[in-house]
């Protein structure tokens, strides 16, 4: 991966904040308002296909496309998002 330096860089960053105030900040500071919707919607579709929801209606309850959840269920079969 290219700049690996600069993302271990940044998750030794998320991983020194210790309260919730100073993790809003800081992501308040380093993301767009679009940014900052998309997270929580991008983990609300790998809870619902980790629940066996199918990605059609992952895609219609969330109102994303089906890209977007296809994606997330092609991370989920590679093993990602196992402490989620």
Known sequence: MK???QL???IELLLD???RSGMKDFL???LTS???EEIPKRLSIVN???K???QHEVAKRLRVGVATVTRASKELQKGRFKNS
């Open 52 to 54: 066996g929801i199918p």
């Open 17 to 19: 904040i210790k309260t």
């Open 28 to 30: 308040f500071g380093i």
């Open 8 to 10: 271990n860089y940044f």
């Open 34 to 36: 679009k940014e900052i």
């Open 3 to 5: 700049n690996s330096n």
């Open 48 to 50: 619902l296909l980790k």
